[in-house]
């Protein structure tokens, strides 16, 4: 069964650091992504990371902040999030896709087929 669990989510004050932990089990994803959604607004894609090479990509409001990172013995991804701003604040999915995706299609929610429960962020002000 392919599951994702994620962890790490609570609240800080602006400028304080939160790393998120996505624990992927039952296959091996080709990628592994963190998509963000605040109340009433859409989800939007944060960032992602290609699990066999390693590379990353990110939003353009979390780079320089923002670092993914795999252990791979362990199974998971982690979001080290520094500099964190109020705006910050959502719940936080991991997603996994098996299928392999380009730069355009990673940064859609509907181009990833697994997600975890989510995580809420709080950064306050």
């Known amino acids: 069964q392919v599951q994702l669990v994620e962890s790490g989510g609570g609240l800080v004050q602006a400028g304080g650091s939160l790393r998120l932990s996505c624990a992927a089990s039952?296959?091996?994803?080709?990628?592994v992504g963190w998509f963000c959604q605040a109340p009433g607004k859409e989800r939007e894609f944060v960032a992602a990371?290609?699990?066999?090479?390693?590379?990353?990509y990110y939003a353009d409001s979390v780079k320089g902040r923002f670092t993914l990172s795999r252990d791979n013995a362990k199974n998971t991804v982690y979001l080290q999030m520094n500099s964190l701003k109020p705006e910050d604040t959502a719940v936080y999915y991991c997603?996994?896709?098996?299928?392999?995706?380009?730069?355009?299609?990673?940064?859609?929610?509907?181009?990833?087929?697994?997600w975890g429960q989510g995580t809420q962020v709080t950064v306050s002000s």
């Open positions: 997603a996994g896709t098996l299928i392999a995706l380009n730069t355009i299609e990673l940064t859609g929610p509907g181009s990833w087929r697994y």
């Open positions: 039952g296959r091996t994803f080709y990628a």
């Open positions: 990371i290609i699990w066999s090479v390693g590379s990353t």
